[in-house]
């Protein structure tokens, strides 16, 4: 029985040592896919709203992380179609806030993420996120215009003011003054003569017929001592 128990036991140790080899490989081939997946997890967010800090903002956050190693990995931002993040590259990260624009206003932004070990993009790892936000704040509204509440009293005139001269546009000419219209017109000599000589007819008619006085004599003395 001892000569037979020896070869069994060897048998049964080697066997053992065999199985014990095969599960190491198998745990490590497992582990290998494991270890690999997690070396490229990449993680890549992006968002387009309005601020949390002051809500009338809005911003635009990117953030890319765990990307691989040894290779160039890039990413470019526009937002309403200005670049506001010319291509960049970077190693295994990259984070960034960027205002979004006017708060009143919806504004659109996209960010291209470009993986060095994904070029394709078949992997997800490269992708292009195409994002939009609405109005933060709400514009002021303008008051209206409001019509004046009474009608003017009067209608206004069509014809032009200023009288005929404005009316034609063109000046009246003024006609200058002469000495004849404030002036009596001058006496002729022929005229001052007749009245002269009316006058002096006028004068001897009147001496003419005027009474003349009576002067008595006086008596003759010689005469009156005859008569006596």
């Known amino acids: 029985m001892a000569t037979f128990s020896r070869p069994f036991q060897g048998a049964t140790r080697s066997r053992r040592v065999a199985g014990s080899v095969a599960a190491l490989f198998l745990a490590v081939g497992g582990l290998l896919p494991l270890s690999a997946g997690i070396v490229q997890a990449h993680e890549l967010a992006a968002s387009f709203s309005?601020?949390?800090?002051?809500?009338?903002?809005?911003?635009?956050?990117v953030d890319m992380a765990d990307f691989s190693t040894g290779v160039t990995n890039s990413i470019m931002i526009t937002i309403d179609g200005s670049v506001v993040?010319?291509?960049?590259?970077?190693?295994?990260?990259?984070?960034n806030t960027f205002p979004g624009g006017g708060p009143t206003a919806a504004h659109t932004a996209v960010v291209t993420v470009l993986a060095g070990d994904d070029p394709t993009g078949s992997l997800g790892y490269s992708r292009t996120?195409?994002?939009s936000?609405?109005?933060?704040?709400?514009?002021t509204p303008t008051p209206p215009t409001t019509a004046p509440s009474t009608a003017p009293s009067t209608a206004p005139?069509?014809?032009?003011?200023?009288g005929v001269q404005a009316?034609?546009?063109?000046?009246?000419?003024?006609?200058?003054a002469t000495g004849?219209?404030?002036?009596?017109?001058p006496s002729s000599p022929?005229?001052?003569?007749?009245?002269?000589?009316?006058?002096?007819?006028?004068?001897?008619?009147?001496?003419?017929?005027?009474p003349l006085p009576n002067k008595r004599r006086p008596a003759n003395p010689s005469v009156r001592r005859r008569r006596r």
Do not use: H, K
């Open 190 to 210: 022929n005229s001052s003569i007749g009245f002269l000589l009316i006058l002096f007819a006028v004068v001897v008619l009147v001496v003419g017929f005027a």
């Open 129 to 131: 996120f195409n994002l």
């Open 50 to 61: 309005c601020s949390d800090a002051n809500p009338s903002v809005p911003v635009l956050s």
């Open 85 to 95: 993040l010319p291509t960049t590259t970077f190693t295994t990260d990259y984070s």
């Open 180 to 185: 004849t219209v404030d002036q009596a017109p």
């Open 167 to 176: 009316a034609t546009s063109r000046p009246r000419p003024t006609v200058p």
């Open 133 to 139: 936000v609405a109005a933060c704040q709400e514009a």
């Open 157 to 162: 005139s069509s014809s032009p003011s200023g």
